[in-house]
């Protein structure tokens, strides 16, 4: 009977493992197919678990044994980007913490690729932690986005000329930084009785204010938040423009904002055009 057992539970293992080691090819297969780069590996150790072929080509990186093997993912990073890098890898306290960056990396032909990684720290039944990250390759896309904002900034040169003033304002931290000029050399800040840096709400709450000015369009609403600013960009709304008056200096105003993606900023210039003065 004893050896009847032994025998089953022998079979019955060897099924196991074979359905492990299937499940194991089978993940290994899988991992390998998908488009990003798939990079886990233990703390503090840094033993590489999974490196996909993706992850290896984005390194330039040589077929690794698992568990076996080191792999200095922060070598190839520039010098730059460690930084930043390392303060957002920091985040990472907990089992189920999450973090995303964007880094650029050293090819073995001197080229620079542009990564987008989601990293994430988890553990083992055991207790032991370990790192997983996807990789995306966003260079070609950081190419394209740096040439629209080559052509943006020159677009926004030529509106600019000939305007009354000019401003650019960080939509994601709110704050308008700088006074603004007029060409005739007024100080509309101090206009306003605003001290710099100064939040746009707070800006936008007297620059056009129904006190300061007259309007007949409907957008000034939008103008008047920077939480309607930011809703209008994210519903596709790059460009806004629309006419005003400001009774008390007898000005007629032709406002053009300009919404924009600087990196993971949203940017918003506003060029004004006085049409009388």
């Given at each position: 009977?004893?050896?009847?057992?032994?025998?089953?539970?022998?079979?019955?293992?060897?099924?196991l493992l074979s359905i492990n080691d299937n499940l194991?090819?089978?993940?290994?297969?899988?991992?390998?197919?998908?488009?990003?780069?798939?990079?886990?590996?233990?703390?503090?150790?840094?033993?590489?678990?999974?490196?996909?072929?993706?992850?290896?080509?984005?390194?330039?990186?040589?077929?690794?044994?698992?568990?076996?093997?080191?792999?200095?993912?922060?070598?190839?990073?520039?010098?730059?980007?460690?930084?930043?890098?390392?303060?957002?890898?920091?985040?990472?306290?907990?089992?189920?913490?999450?973090?995303?960056?964007?880094?650029?990396?050293?090819?073995?032909?001197?080229?620079?690729?542009?990564?987008?990684?989601?990293?994430?720290?988890?553990?083992?039944?055991?207790?032991?932690?370990?790192?997983?990250?996807?990789?995306?390759?966003?260079?070609?896309?950081?190419?394209?986005?740096?040439?629209?904002?080559?052509?943006?900034?020159?677009?926004?040169?030529?509106?600019?000329?000939?305007?009354?003033?000019?401003?650019?304002?960080?939509?994601?931290?709110?704050?308008?930084?700088?006074?603004?000029?007029?060409?005739?050399?007024?100080?509309?800040?101090?206009?306003?009785?605003?001290?710099?840096?100064?939040?746009?709400?707070?800006?936008?709450?007297?620059?056009?204010?129904?006190?300061?000015?007259?309007?007949?369009?409907?957008?000034?609403?939008?103008?008047?938040?920077?939480?309607?600013?930011?809703?209008?960009?994210?519903?596709?709304?790059?460009?806004?423009?629309?006419?005003?008056?400001?009774?008390?200096?007898?000005?007629?105003?032709?406002?053009?904002?300009?919404?924009?993606?600087?990196?993971?900023?949203?940017?918003?210039?506003?060029?004004?055009?006085?049409?009388?003065?």
């Open positions: 009977m004893a050896d009847k057992i032994s025998g089953e539970f022998n079979k019955l293992n060897g099924e194991s090819k089978l993940t290994s297969e899988v991992i390998d197919l998908l488009g990003s780069g798939i990079v886990a590996y233990t703390l503090p150790e840094r033993k590489i678990l999974v490196l996909n072929q993706e992850a290896r080509r984005m390194f330039d990186a040589p077929e690794i044994e698992a568990g076996k093997s080191n792999f200095n993912v922060m070598g190839r990073v520039i010098q730059e980007d460690r930084e930043a890098v390392s303060i957002a890898v920091r985040k990472l306290k907990y089992p189920g913490d999450i973090t995303s960056f964007v880094f650029h990396n050293l090819k073995m032909d001197g080229s620079l690729a542009t990564f987008k990684c989601t990293t994430k720290l988890l553990s083992f039944a055991d207790g032991s932690r370990y790192i997983l990250s996807s990789l995306n390759d966003i260079t070609e896309q950081e190419a394209i986005e740096r040439r629209i904002e080559e052509e943006r900034m020159r677009y926004k040169a030529a509106l600019s000329i000939g305007s009354m003033a000019f401003i650019t304002i960080d939509l994601t931290d709110g704050m308008l930084n700088e006074p603004i000029i007029t060409r005739y050399g007024e100080n509309l800040t101090e206009q306003l009785g605003l001290e710099y840096p100064v939040f746009y709400d707070n800006f936008a709450r007297k620059m056009f204010s129904s006190e300061r000015i007259e309007t007949n369009s409907d957008k000034i609403g939008i103008i008047r938040s920077r939480r309607k600013l930011l809703a209008a960009y994210k519903e596709g709304t790059t460009v806004i423009d629309l006419d005003y008056t400001v009774p008390e200096q007898k000005r007629k105003v032709h406002l053009i904002v300009m919404l924009h993606k600087q990196q993971q900023n949203t940017i918003a210039s506003f060029i004004f055009y006085d049409s009388e003065k």
